[in-house]
């Protein structure tokens, strides 16, 4: 069900609890899950408040070893787990834990040892303000209201080239969101080519950018005014980093280009043969992208209806070249990914072209999760700071 679905709000969604399976290694009863057109796609592993959240995530991960796989199967189906003390609620997702084979029965017979899942991958939901929801009534009204958690389930997660299953958590969320009505808005109100056609996300550095333009990017490839999606990097060491990231999202899903030749080739829709092909994501350095615009005076590809990324927004998008792609495209949404914006009190002019502030070349700020935010919820590692005095003091001196 991760895959691009249309008509989402005509699916059924069922409730089941205390099922109880016999066929396993031990007869066990699961506590909740949720069906989505008949097959269970969403458990919810419960345990009373006062008792440590990990048992429930203990619990299932017993399940994975005596039960899931019993029966005809179907409960490896699962996409999400949710686990709840009441007080706290976590939610993850059921990466494939075994190495599979095709036929059922050989699956059985030969259980391999489970992968590195591990309780610190578990998240917390939380609203667009970055403030969580642990509480098992309150998550269940946002979470599990049925758009939500058919969105969750059809648009963000993600099934990797390396067969693991991937939610994405609610920051990421958002801002793939607040990009999408970006784009939708400003394409309604005839604001494409402007600043007011994007804006930009602040997600601290470790924080998943690249995940979360990768799926920004694929959703907006499915909307249809839109022509193509531009990721745009400013290193090429960043370009090989970004086609590998996107590569173990999606095989093939985005297209790298070593030369200034291949993107426009890229750009105009044809393979090394001349022969049509629809390029829909093309990630290039700024530096090939200005080079295709000074060569290209006059292009159809300035006025076809783009989506352009820029990752880690630095200095080096805010001069002569920003200007360029600006002035050129017609019709563009833009958008930044930053961990660290420019704001009026620590920027400087950068070039002849009076860009000092994140805000001024891309927009809007849409979505910010930062560093703070990250440390509270345990995403990064927390700062350790010693204070070293280097200067040497006369005596008696007081502060």
Not at 44 to 67: C, H, M, T, W
Request: proline content about 3%.
């Amino acid at each position: 069900t991760c895959g691009k679905k249309k008509n989402t709000h005509n699916t059924r969604l069922q409730v089941i609890n205390q099922y109880v399976e016999t066929q396993g290694n031990h007869d066990t009863r699961y506590d909740v899950t949720i069906l989505v057109n008949g097959l269970p796609l969403v458990h919810i592993e419960l345990k009373r408040r006062g008792v440590p959240l990990k048992e429930a995530f203990n619990q299932i991960d017993r399940y994975q070893r005596d039960s899931f796989w019993a029966g005809c199967g179907l409960f490896e189906y699962i996409q999400i787990f949710v686990i709840s003390n009441g007080t706290n609620t976590k939610y993850y997702s059921n990466s494939p834990r075994f190495n599979r084979v095709k036929e059922v029965s050989d699956a059985r017979k030969n259980r391999k040892k489970k992968t590195s899942d591990s309780f610190e991958f578990t998240s917390f939901w939380a609203d667009a303000n970055n403030r969580i929801i642990p509480d098992l009534v309150d998550f269940t009204k946002t979470f599990f209201a049925k758009h939500t958690l058919l969105n969750i389930l059809t648009r963000y997660c993600i099934f990797t080239s390396e067969q693991l299953l991937l939610v994405m958590r609610p920051y990421q969320i958002v801002a793939a969101e607040r990009i999408l009505n970006k784009i939708r808005i400003s394409s309604h109100y005839k604001k494409e080519g402007s600043i007011d056609a994007g804006g930009y996300i602040w997600h601290t550095t470790g924080s998943g950018k690249t995940l979360t333009s990768f799926k920004a990017a694929q959703l907006a490839t499915a909307l249809p005014e839109i022509d193509k999606v531009l990721f745009i990097v400013d290193r090429k060491d960043l370009d090989y980093q970004t086609i590998r990231e996107y590569d173990r999202f999606e095989k093939g899903a985005a297209n790298g280009n070593k030369s200034t030749n291949v993107l426009t080739r890229q750009l105009e829709d044809k393979d090394e043969k001349g022969k049509p092909k629809n390029y829909k994501i093309i990630v290039s350095t700024i530096q090939k992208l200005d080079s295709f615009i000074c060569k290209n005076k006059e292009h159809p590809i300035y006025n076809k209806h783009l989506v352009i990324i820029f990752d880690e927004c630095h200095r080096s998008q805010f001069g002569d070249m920003h200007q360029r792609i600006v002035k050129k495209f017609k019709r563009y949404h833009i958008f930044g990914f930053t961990g660290t914006p420019l704001f009026a009190e620590n920027a400087s002019n950068c070039g002849k072209f009076d860009l000092r502030t994140t805000a001024q070349a891309f927009g809007d700020k849409l979505h910010s999760y930062t560093i703070v935010d990250a440390i509270n919820d345990g995403n990064v590692l927390p700062f350790r700071i010693d204070y070293i005095n280097t200067v040497k003091e006369k005596d008696g001196t007081k502060d």
